[in-house]
Nanobody, 120 residues
Framework: QVQLVESGGGLVQAGGSLRLSCSAS????????TGWYYQAPGKQRELVAS???????TYGASVEGRFTISRDDAKNIVYLQMNSLKPEDTAVYYC??????????????WGQGTQVTVSS
């Protein structure tokens, strides 16, 4: 019922910036939380940032104040502004949506991922 399309990844030098976009469609009113996760080669997928329907934001420890998550409710787009990028930020970044009217009927949706590569 929810589809997620990601964009904005690419190659950037250390210290540069990127803005990732996650466009949601379908039953967007059912989305409770939208988040960005990253997965580096050989590592588990980890939280970067998330934002709830009511606007509560959580950041992962790796962000270190460099990233900002935001949302355009009119367009159903969640952004991840990434500044001061480091080589260790290199990973595939995924958008995730947790949806449902209650816990019992909840569902999780993932985007296809977008590659971010930071060169030194």
């Amino acid at each position: 019922q929810v589809q997620l399309v990601e964009s904005g990844g690419g190659l950037v030098q250390a210290g540069g910036s990127l803005r990732l976009s996650c466009s949601a469609s379908g039953n967007t009113f059912s989305i409770n939380t939208t988040g960005w996760y990253y997965q580096a080669p050989g590592k588990q997928r980890e939280l970067v940032a998330s934002i709830t329907k009511r606007g509560r934001i959580t950041y992962g420890a790796s962000v270190e104040g460099r990233f900002t998550i935001s949302r355009d409710d009119a367009k159903n787009i969640v952004y991840l502004q990434m500044n001061s990028l480091k080589p260790e930020d290199t990973a595939v970044y995924y958008c995730k949506a947790d949806a449902g009217w209650n816990i019992e009927s909840s569902a999780t949706y993932w985007g296809q991922g977008t590659q971010v590569t930071v060169s030194s």
